[in-house]
């Protein structure tokens, strides 16, 4: 079965006890049983729900896992695949990581003695100096945000291999659509939900997928005893939004295309950050370990900071909101908004710095998106 059959076929057949067509929304918190301990499986819906389960095959299927976990938010899952880990262990995370995976890590697990070091995961190099007697994991984004650089998953699974590190690939902006993390040697893939595969900016949701049946187990044994599960709803929502993935991303990725080659050619505009540019610096790695380039880009202007900022307000299809991976465009000012978080000397010494614009490019009609931004352009 191919991808687009796979997101509207698996994991939905018709319900056992009505035949509706369309997984329903279990909105139970328990289940009644015939006799103590007999019962159809089901006993208590933070440990299982039917239109959980029916999520977690049609996400596993979608990468090519055998087994998911869904979650209450990207964060969630995030957090489920870290309890895997101890005190003492130390994680290798790429440098220009989502800004709530960096609080996440910095401000809660450091506490909980975990230890990180951040490195530029674009250089293998890089990550195999960073490797201790006590690393555990590496923990990489690619394409990266807002940066968009890109990291060489199966370079990093080779070093990773010979350690034996879970290598965790939060793959929320590429989606299984365009890149494929366990074939390319991950052992687990997150995404935040809430994002492209959920598509429609309705929904805040998360996922863990993997191949490995002991990773899968303490995955789900912290799904059931932290208990960050998504409601029945939240999971139709993002079940819903799945099954029109393929179609989606091949129309954000046409409009990102186009919007970035528009861009690139427009005096105003410094730089330009988009995997499927020729100009782009992994633009080869892109080619060779993506099968497209996705509907995010990032840009700075020839202008001041504050008129940059200034810029981000003006356009008329482009939302000024944090967030991404819908069917509206979006644009964010990522050093004030999603990076927000990071403290500003870390924040330039990754690149993220006061000038940077990054676009989520939505499904609209491409003309209207790029007439949008000729005209905010102009006006600067
Ligand atoms: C949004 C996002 C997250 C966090 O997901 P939530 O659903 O907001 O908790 C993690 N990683 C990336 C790349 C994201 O864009």
Redesign the pocket.
Known sequence: MRFSTKAIHVGQEADPATGATIVPIYQTSTYTQEAVGKHKGYDYSRTVNPTRVALEKQLAALENGAYASAFG????A?SAVMNALSAGDHVIVSDDV?G??YRLFSRVLERYGLTFSYVDASSTDAVAHALRPNTRLVWI?TPT?PLLKLVDIRAIAEVASAKQLVVAV?N??ATPYFQQPLALGASVVVH????YIGGHSDV???VAITNDKALHDTIKFHQNSVGGIPGPLDAYLVMRGAKTLALRMREHERNALAVAQFLESHPKVERVNYPGLTSHPHHELAKRQMSGFGGMLSFTLRVSEERAMAFAGTLRYFSLAE??GGVESLICHPARMTHGSIPKEERDRRGVTDGLLRLSVGVEDRDDLLEDLETALAAL
């Open positions: 938010s990207g964060m969630a995030t989502y709530g995976t984004e945000n939060d929320t902006f935040s939900t809430t994002k805040v949701g998360g967030s991404l």
